[in-house]
């Protein structure tokens, strides 16, 4: 089992900076894909980004490409997001999930057994 816990999502002002964190308790993450998904009210659960336990590589949706970046910190077993030149419609719940092994990133929901609680982010213009 592994228990998410993610953190650090607030109002921000649009362009602003944001860090998330994700972090992991009960088994390491070192050997975890972790992925950053967002809702929107109304909205379905939608892939942010990923990254991949064998070789640390990340992957990013379109809308976030070149404003997000994920890292992680196996020492501290965290997952972190960070978000940079934030608009008004990265204004979601931010969740972090895991699945032991795999080899690729996936961006399907359902295809992550471990879940954080949410964390929101809301991005004023």
Do not use: H
């Not at 931010?94 to 057994?113: E, K």
């Amino acid at each position: 089992q592994v228990q998410l816990v993610e953190s650090g999502g607030r109002l921000v002002q649009a362009g602003d900076s944001l860090r998330l964190s994700c972090s992991a308790s009960g088994r390491t993450l070192s050997r975890s894909n972790v992925a950053w998904f967002r809702q929107a009210p109304g909205k379905e659960r939608e892939f942010v980004g990923g990254i991949r336990w064998r070789d640390g590589s990340t992957t990013s949706a379109d809308s976030v490409k070149g404003r997000f970046t994920i890292s992680r910190d196996n020492a501290n077993n965290t997952v972190y997001l960070q978000m940079d030149s934030l608009k008004v419609e990265d204004t979601a719940v931010y969740f972090c999930a895991a699945v032991t092994g795999g080899l690729a990133i996936m961006s399907a929901p359902r295809l992550y057994p471990y879940w954080g609680q949410g964390t929101q982010v809301t991005v004023s213009s």
